[in-house]
Antibody, heavy 120, light 106 residues
Framework: EVQLLEAGGGLVQPGGSLRLSCAAS????????MSWVRQAPGKGLEWVSS????????YYADSVRGRFTISRDNSKNTLSLQMSGLRAEDTAIYYC?????????????WGQGTLVTVSS | EIVMTQSPVTLSVSPGETATLSCRAS??????LAWYQQRPGQPPRLLIY???TRATGLPARFSGSGSGTEFTLTISSLQSEDFAVYYC?????????FGQGTKLEI
């Protein structure tokens, strides 16, 4: 059974940093691209970033490029999102999602999400 | 960026009826179109990929159609658990983009 468990959310001040992690299990992690998708309170889904299984490339939404860094540790089956220069508009539930295979691709499994609140 | 536009924003239907949700892309996404369902307090769940292929275990009363720029999700014999928000997503080009969602309500 595929499981994705996010952690690391919380309250952070504007301009601050936060690191999210996603522990994956139930599949061969390094064979699949992974993504982060966020959802602001009461709003729709916004793709944030993706990384292929080999991690040679990374992809970002314009809204986070230069502030967020996606990475993965295939030896630990872990996906991460380092967020810096946080803004109020980054407040959202952040979901870790498994790509079907590559990137871009559809997302066949999602975690429960972790809430990031940017506020003073 | 490919803009995905869903209609209607809200769709009111009754249990047992059929719901038809639309998704339009600002340029062709071929068949690289997925549909997701999100119930309150839950993460999204994949329903359809490749515009018309049902995800594993999805009942046959869910069906997807279309290609290019026009897509439809049809849900027949609506059940109480189907009342949720539905999103389409294109995965042809970066950035992969979602529609704004259609809320299916009673």
């Amino acid at each position: 059974e595929v499981q994705l468990l996010e952690a690391g959310g919380g309250l952070v001040q504007p301009g601050g940093s936060l690191r999210l992690s996603c522990a994956a299990s139930g599949f061969t992690f390094n064979n699949y691209a992974m993504s982060w998708v966020r959802q602001a309170p009461g709003k729709g889904l916004e793709w944030v970033s993706s990384i292929p299984g080999h991690a040679r490339y990374t992809y970002y939404a314009d809204s986070v490029r230069g502030r967020f860094t996606i990475s993965r540790d295939n030896s630990k089956n872990t996906l991460s999102l380092q967020m810096s220069g946080l803004r109020a508009e980054d407040t959202a539930i952040y979901y870790c999602a498994k790509n079907r295979i590559s990137a871009p691709d559809y997302l066949d499994y999602w975690g429960q999400g972790t809430l990031v609140t940017v506020s003073s | 960026e490919i803009v995905m536009t869903q209609s209607p924003v809200t769709l009111s239907v009754s249990p047992g009826e059929t719901a038809t949700l639309s998704c339009r892309a600002s340029q062709s996404v071929y068949s690289n179109l997925a549909w997701y369902q999100q119930r309150p307090g839950q993460p999204p769940r994949l329903l359809i990929y490749g515009a018309s292929t049902r995800a594993t275990g999805l009942p046959a009363r869910f069906s997807g159609s279309g290609s290019g720029t026009e897509f439809t999700l049809t849900i027949s014999s609506l059940q109480s658990e189907d009342f949720a928000v539905y999103y389409c997503q294109q995965y042809t080009n970066w950035p992969q983009t979602f529609g704004q969602g259609t809320k299916l309500e009673i």
